[in-house]
């Protein structure tokens, strides 16, 4: 029996808000394929979509307790993906994962181990645009901003529009004190085109991590007005709904960007902040 033959009913169960019986159900089916590290991706991947953590947390375990050979990888990607970055980190060690350390560096950000992650990133021979994002956010939270900040701005000579680089260079200024710069760039794009949804998920990204709440979840609501689908727009939204207590609003939100985006880590983030 094929992992979407085992998983058509409990799919039907969850369609059907019977989130108890499926959770069970889910447990099982882990439990007899627990060979098969795609039918426990999937198990765990329902089970946190569902928010029976428990369950969870326990078909995760059954995915570190075996040496998974050629699947590695893919068990590594897809636990960091679930909010597992420690069980992701020690899979990841023990294989070959042929990706130069990303997925090490990757796991390592999640748990808030930034110097250790810019370190692995740092020495990569051949990094690409997504290895220097990642290595100024993980350089400007380990405290090293203005290298982080150096970085940001080469990027954006060259890809002026990528909201990432964007966000990026935001959370550096303001990391090294320099809030008054990030508010005149964001209003500056703001300016250029106030209707944008990255522009908008920019401001939100901005005010929340001021802290100004509010008005963070008011420009996340005009990114996702203006793009539906933008991801960043819809992590800050789910975020400022949180603390206004809207978590059942919330993980919607986590499982449309699960929907679109399958296994991004936002979604798992979301519902974390949820518990």
């Not at 090293?144 to 970085?151: M, R």
Request: hydrophobic share 45%; glycine share 10%; aromatic share 4%.
């Amino acid at each position: 029996m094929g992992v979407d033959e085992d998983f058509r009913g409990v799919r039907s169960m969850i369609a059907a808000g019977r989130n108890s019986e499926a959770a069970g159900a889910i447990s099982e089916i882990a439990l007899s394929r627990r060979g098969d590290p795609l039918a426990l991706l999937t198990c765990v991947s329902l089970l946190r979509t569902i928010c029976a953590d428990e369950e969870a947390d326990s078909a995760a375990r059954l995915l570190t307790s075996a040496d998974w050979g050629a699947s590695a990888p893919e068990v590594a990607r897809g636990l960091r993906a679930m909010g597992y970055p420690a069980e992701a980190l020690g899979v990841a060690r023990s294989a070959d994962m042929g990706d130069g350390g990303r997925l090490e560096a990757a796991a390592l950000r999640d748990m808030g181990r930034h110097a250790e992650a810019a370190e692995i990133l740092s020495g990569m021979p051949d990094r690409a645009t997504e290895d220097e994002i990642d290595l100024a956010e993980s350089l400007s939270l380990s405290g090293a901003s203005d290298e982080a900040i150096g970085i940001a701005e080469s990027l954006l000579e060259g890809s002026p529009g990528d909201f990432r680089v964007q966000r990026m260079y935001c959370s550096a200024l303001v990391s090294v004190g320099r809030k008054r710069d990030a508010d005149r760039y964001v209003r500056l794009r703001l300016k250029e085109d106030s209707d944008s949804a990255d522009s908008n998920a920019l401001a939100a990204h901005l005010f929340w991590i001021m802290g100004r709440v509010t008005v963070a979840g008011a420009y996340a609501g005009k990114a996702v007005k203006a793009d539906p689908g933008h991801l960043g727009g819809m992590e800050v939204l789910a975020y400022s709904m949180i603390k206004r207590g809207m978590t059942r609003e919330a993980k919607i939100i986590a499982g449309a960007i699960n929907e679109k985006s399958p296994g991004n880590p936002s979604a798992f983030r979301i519902l974390n902040a949820c518990r």
